[in-house]
């Protein structure tokens, strides 16, 4: 807690008011709302469980990055508790390394899907497939910077947790907070954009397919010139809902849920965000 233009008066504490004032010079009030630790236990238990189960079935996945960020977040407090210091700072930098590369990989999957569904033609690139497998484990090498910078700063290492009550745990994460949201914040959020433009352009797609079946009879379920029935069209928008909703976890927009749970406690938002993205 910062103390600066602040100044704390005991004055009527002293006479049994019981009371602390704090008088600042500015008008804003720099406060942060802390989760209690009850709430910290429940979502750890999600994250836990929606990373084991992830980690286990990530093999119909198309890298193991989340494989790498499911298993190293289920180290993170066991690392913390070590007095290896080493065995803190690697959990700390792999996960950061498997969290960008899930990024990267979460940007490759909306260009690929881009071509495939809206571009179509004259996607035919040279070494496609190498290129991309390149690409995606490319934020190694801003993690190895980092670690080659120990000597001047230690960006990774045990960081305290603090709750409503007070209690404490540690977790392995970077240590430095400029480093933290200049690096993983501007990362996420260009991809986060990109991401949510190839969804949208996507959704758009489908939503025109729609529109083309149910102009044109001919196109319906049995190409025969019947039109759909009710239970039919039922039945196909909730195959194009479910279809979104694979897509936008596929794609991690749901990791956008992050935004809207930054600076105050929002119970609901944390919950959301990690059955979505343990599970993703």
Known sequence: WKTDGCKTDNSSYDKGNREIICNCDHTTPFAVLLISS???????????????????FTHVSLSGALFLLNTTFLLTEWGATLALDWVCVFVAAFMHYSL????????????????????????????YLLKLSLAGWIPGIIVGVSLGLKDFKQFYGPTPMTMADTNQTNTCWITDDTYFYSLNLVYFTLTFIFNSGILMAVASSI??????????????????????????????????????????????????????????????????????????
């Not at 009710?230 to 935004?259: I, K, P, V």
């Open 100 to 127: 960008l590369c899930c990024f990267t990989w979460m940007a490759i999957e909306a260009l690929h899907l881009y071509l495939v569904l809206i571009k179509v033609f004259n996607t035919d690139y040279k070494h």
């Open 207 to 280: 939503c025109k397919m729609k529109q083309v079946y149910k102009s044109n009879p001919k196109l319906g379920p049995n190409g025969k010139g019947k039109s759909w029935k009710d239970s039919q069209r039922f039945s196909s928008s909730c195959r194009n809902g479910l279809t979104l909703l694979g897509l936008t976890c596929l794609m991690g927009t749901t990791w956008g849920l992050a935004f809207m749970g930054s600076g105050y406690v929002n119970y609901p938002i944390l919950y959301l965000f990690c059955i979505f993205n343990s599970a993703q």
């Open 38 to 56: 009850a709430h910290w236990q429940i979502l750890s238990y999600i994250s836990y469980i929606g990373c084991g189960l992830s980690a286990f």
